[in-house]
């Protein structure tokens, strides 16, 4: 069973920049996808942004331009650079590995979640 372990969360200003990052464990990491959710309180979680094995990426609406997923298989580490960060991004943040190769298949490793919270 992989584990998930994401860091570098925190309180952030608004307009601030936080950088996410997820280390897998287990084998075959850059054959998965893998993607970001996050769960505001009171509301479902919901898909920020995802990687294939092959580096194609998708974003939601609400963080395009400002959100950057990327993958160093090498060292089998996701990350998330979140720039320009607004109050409606504040949630826990979690990391997912998909199915498999391709976009739009979440599987069901999750990390623990690291929490940002934007605010003056």
């Known amino acids: 069973q992989v584990q998930l372990v994401e860091s570098g969360g925190g309180l952030v200003q608004p307009g601030g920049s936080l950088r996410l990052s997820c280390v897998a464990s287990g084998t075959f990491f850059s054959t998965y996808a893998m993607a970001w959710y996050r769960q505001a309180s009171g509301m479902q979680r919901e898909l920020v942004a995802e990687?294939?094995?092959?580096?194609?990426?998708n974003y939601a609406d609400s963080v395009k331009g400002r959100f950057t997923i990327s993958r160093d298989n090498a060292k089998k580490t996701a990350f998330l650079q979140m720039n320009s960060l607004k109050p409606e991004d504040t949630a826990v943040y979690y990391c997912n590995r998909g199915r498999g190769y391709g976009l739009g298949s979440p599987g069901t490793a999750w990390g623990q979640g690291t929490q940002v919270t934007v605010s003056s």
């Open positions: 990687i294939s094995g092959s580096g194609t990426t």
